[in-house]
């Protein structure tokens, strides 16, 4: 037994060591690189039976969600959150056996690498799951897995990870040098800031949300820009947007409140927690939010909406969100200050 751990430690170590050399096209999957840290393969013409495998596959995924609908269930099943210091709007938990399963080639729907929670004002909900496959895998492989005419693969690329000891705001959006969303994006700057440059970081990935109506969203990459992609290039990402023209509260209508200065670079920090799901990246492009960059809301009215988000509309959406004073403080001065 012991033998056997040892063998699939150093499969898997090897595998690691392969994965930087092996990846740059190898496989010949065609892709779209249009994003700075992002690959997505392209949608292709439906083959017969693609229809079938795609509700089969939907069919699965529900199956799964039904098992692990809370957190708790699905640690007790072995997935960890991925990055379990960071509080995201969508969260990832991962399970290392399934990862290991489905990078060593054998692909059952039933075991997906990773849940997906969605975090909402009444807690975590589970939202979709996704299914990983190995870097050296081809067009035609990653096809049998999922219908490549229905689903988009994607991997992250171009990858600076950030030195020991890089505060959190660094390695995140909006202001990020490092990470998946950085403004860094290639090796020589990414050396000289003292990170480790990959080219690809982990295998290829696919998200399904079952539960989505529109099967642009069912397929899509990213729900709502939950996951810090910046920027949207494939058309399932762009989806159904709920159009916003301008703030549905007129700034003259909306009160301001008194709030202390606060630090906007910690501000942001609890946007990408509280308010990126429904509002955006950096408040740009919201799903289900109006735009806030350069609506030039005042520190004190971004605070009011977020205390009484129903006083002015009574049907508004927009949640109560359970933040405290300085929270409140730094994230005003975050929204105001966008532009
Ligand atoms: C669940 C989705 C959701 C979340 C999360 C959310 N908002 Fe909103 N927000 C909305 C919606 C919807 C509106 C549009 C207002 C309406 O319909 O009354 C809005 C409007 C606003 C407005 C502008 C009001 C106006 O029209 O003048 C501000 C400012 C705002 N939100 C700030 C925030 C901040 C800051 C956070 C995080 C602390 C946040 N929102 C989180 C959905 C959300």
Redesign the pocket.
């Known amino acids: 037994m012991k033998r056997f751990w040892v063998a699939i430690g150093c499969v898997l170590f090897g595998l690691a060591l392969i994965v930087p050399a092996r990846v740059r096209g190898a496989a010949g999957v065609p892709s779209t690189h249009d994003e700075p840290h992002m690959e997505m393969t392209i949608r292709l013409p439906a083959q017969s039976g693609d229809r079938e495998r795609a509700a089969a596959i939907l069919d699965a995924a529900r199956r799964v969600m039904a098992l692990y609908p809370t957190v708790e269930s699905a640690e007790r099943a072995g997935f960890k959150k991925f990055a379990p210091n960071v509080k995201l709007p969508m969260e990832h938990y991962t399970s290392g056996a399934y990862a290991r399963e489905s990078w060593l080639g054998r692909f059952d729907l039933d075991h997906p690498t990773s849940l997906l929670f969605k975090r909402t004002?009444d807690g975590l909900k589970i939202t979709g799951v996704m299914y990983t496959a190995s870097n050296k895998i081809d067009e035609a492989q990653l096809n049998e897995r999922i219908p490549l005419s229905v689903g988009t693969w994607h991997r992250h690329i171009n990858y600076c990870a950030a030195p020991a000891g890089t505060p959190l705001a660094d390695q995140m959006p909006p202001n990020g040098r490092f990470g998946f969303a950085g403004s860094i994006a290639t090796a020589v700057p990414c050396a000289a800031a003292g990170g480790k440059f990959s080219p690809v970081i982990f295998g290829w990935m696919l998200h399904v949300w079952p539960n989505e109506t529109d099967p642009s969203k069912i397929w899509a990459v990213d729900m709502d820009g939950d996951m810090h992609h910046r920027g949207a290039s494939n058309a399932g990402m762009l989806g159904n947007r709920v159009a916003?023209n301008g703030?549905?509260?007129?700034?003259d209508r909306?009160p301001s409140q008194k709030i202390d200065a606060g630090d906007a670079t910690r501000g942001a920090l609890?946007?990408a927690q509280?308010?990126q799901?429904?509002?955006g990246i950096d408040g740009r492009n919201?799903p289900?939010?109006?735009v806030?960059a350069g609506?030039g809301?005042a520190p004190g009215?971004?605070a009011y909406?977020?205390r009484h988000?129903?006083a002015?509309?009574s049907?508004?959406?927009?949640?109560v969100?359970p933040?405290d004073e300085r929270e409140l403080a730094d994230?005003?001065a975050f929204?105001a200050g966008l532009r």
């Open positions: 004002p916003y703030l549905p509260i007129p700034l909306l609890i946007f509280n308010c799901s429904c509002h919201g289900d939010a109006p806030l609506a809301i009215q971004v909406m977020v988000p129903q002015i509309d049907s508004s959406d927009m949640p969100i933040i994230v005003a929204v």
